[in-house]
């Protein structure tokens, strides 16, 4: 399975970016998209999560300001990111939970990550 995420870039404070993340291989169900973020000396922190039936989940930070969806029949997920603050400068990672089988364990996978660069 292969996660390919872009989107990343400067954008000046109170601007937005869309960041997208392709999940394919061999994916038989996914059951949550995600998107993490991990910042200079942090450690890697959620940002926002969507199931397979469309329930999401946001950090406190970002809600009212991010955006998550996705579109299953493309395995994608995007995270829609307005009123960006300097703060939410990070590199993203998007996530992906799945099973190979209807049957199989779900499996965890992350992308390799977009830098996210917020000028003040």
């Known amino acids: 399975v292969q996660l390919q995420a872009s989107g990343g870039g400067l954008v000046q404070a109170g601007g937005s970016r869309r960041l997208s993340c392709a999940a394919s291989?061999?994916?038989?169900?996914?059951?949550?998209m995600g998107w993490y973020r991990q910042a200079p000396g942090s450690q890697r922190e959620l940002v926002s999560t969507?199931?397979?039936?469309?329930?999401?989940n946001y950090a406190d930070s970002v809600k009212g300001r991010f955006t998550i969806s996705r579109d299953n029949a493309k395995n994608t997920v995007y995270l829609q990111m307005n009123s960006l603050k300097p703060e939410d400068a990070a590199v993203y990672y998007c996530?992906?939970?799945?099973?190979?089988?209807?049957?199989?364990?779900?499996?965890?996978?992350w992308g390799q990550g977009t830098l996210v660069t917020v000028s003040s």
């Open positions: 996530n992906l939970q799945h099973r190979v089988t209807p049957y199989s364990r779900v499996y965890d996978h």
């Open positions: 969507i199931t397979s039936g469309g329930s999401t």
């Open positions: 291989g061999s994916i038989f169900s996914i059951n949550v």
